[in-house]
């Protein structure tokens, strides 16, 4: 039995010329600055994302953590959805470790922070509020059904952040399939974030490896951030020529991915007992609601008949396309969820 593992777009295998990539990559001691792999995939980074510079880090966690420690000092105030990664799912990292206070702002449908609300957030200077350091923002939205951010609405809220003379970052994990599903360009997309951290391992199928991007300036101070997160790498040339064949031949393919979620989601909106909106699915991500019966109980008896998906708080259960899984799995999928629908609602 083939197992469908739709739990996130991070189960992906590497492609065969990432696994030759890495084989015969050219490598160094990146401590030194000196692996021409790492070197060459940070330059291509920073050329994709229309940035000067970036830096290769462990994981979107470490990026996102990064750009915090590099754009604030302890005890600023930082501005995040209150449906978004950075908020949800990175352990709090933010606030342990940068010592960063965290202000959240309700997150719309499609991810978005409202302009006016965050404008709202700058108070006159006084001697009882922390100050603002930073503005995030996430693209493609995880939580939000994968929804994509247009270039005007990042551009909405950086006009926002920099009349108070504040950086925007950019958790765009899934910037490429934002830029894919909107058809553009994923540098028009980044214009006007300060940094911008984005995966390799996701949609791209990448076996490790994020990209924090910015000026040169920034890049280097979060290098040193990352260094003393224990975040150094040594012949990481190895790990970064497979992020080179994910940017070079990964991209253009996530279109697949997004025809196979919208063929989801149509499929569970014809099957009685769910709820969900295809309208809603762009890109990867697929969010339904269980009508009847336990999430867990749901996604347990699923994953006993092959397919795998992740509950996602309240009645919602994720579905994530991606590399490895055909529109053929998809039908399989569907014939599954719906007779297990009908046997956990009993
Ligand atoms: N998301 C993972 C899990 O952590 C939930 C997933 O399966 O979707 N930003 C966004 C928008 C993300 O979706 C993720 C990972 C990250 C950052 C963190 O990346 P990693 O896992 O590399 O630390």
Redesign the pocket.
């Known amino acids: 039995m083939k197992v469908i593992d739709l739990r ?1 777009d ?1 189960v992906t295998q590497p492609t065969d010329a990432m696994r030759e990539a890495m084989r015969q990559a050219e490598v160094g001691d990146d401590g030194w600055g000196e692996d021409p792999t790492v070197n060459r995939l940070e330059a291509m980074a920073a050329e994709v994302m229309g940035k000067e510079r970036a830096l290769f880090t462990a ?4 990026s ?1 953590l990064l750009a915090v420690l590099t754009h604030c000092q302890r005890g600023d105030e930082v501005i995040l959805g209150d449906e978004s ?1 950075m908020f949800s ?1 990175e352990v709090g990292g933010s606030s342990t470790v940068a010592g960063v206070h965290i202000h959240i702002l309700p997150n719309n449908k499609r991810g978005m922070l409202e302009p006016e609300e965050v404008e709202a957030c700058f108070r006159p200077p006084d001697i009882h509020f922390a100050p603002i350091g930073l503005v995030c923002l ?1 693209n493609t939205h ?1 939580r939000c059904c994968g929804a994509a951010l247009s270039a005007e609405d990042t551009k909405k809220v950086a006009e926002v952040a920099t009349r108070h003379m504040t950086p925007l970052h950019l ?1 765009g ?2 910037i490429f399939n934002a830029a894919v599903s909107l058809g553009v360009e994923a540098r028009e997309l980044t214009r006007d974030a300060t940094s911008v951290s984005f ?1 390799l ?2 949609g791209l199928a990448a076996p490790v490896g ?1 990209m924090l991007s910015g000026d040169a300036e920034f890049v280097e101070r979060a290098r040193k951030y990352r260094k003393m997160l224990g975040g150094g790498m040594r012949q990481a040339g190895i790990i970064a020529a497979a992020g080179i064949v994910a940017l070079e031949t990964m991209v253009e393919r996530l279109t697949e991915d997004h025809r196979n979620a919208k063929v989801l989601a149509e499929g569970l909106c014809n099957i009685n007992g769910l709820i969900i909106d295809p309208e809603t699915v762009r890109t990867n991500i697929v969010i339904f609601e269980l009508i009847n019966g336990s999430p867990e109980r749901f996604v347990t008896r699923l994953a006993e008949r092959g397919v795998k998906a992740v509950p996602f708080g309240g009645r919602r259960v994720r579905m ?1 396309t991606h590399y490895g899984i055909e529109l053929e799995d998809i039908k399989t999928a569907l014939d599954i969820i719906s007779s297990v629908v009908k046997e956990v609602a009993r």
């Open positions: 996130s991070t994981s979107g966690t470490m996102n990664h799912y996430e995880n958790d994990a899934r995966s391992c996701k994020s994530v």
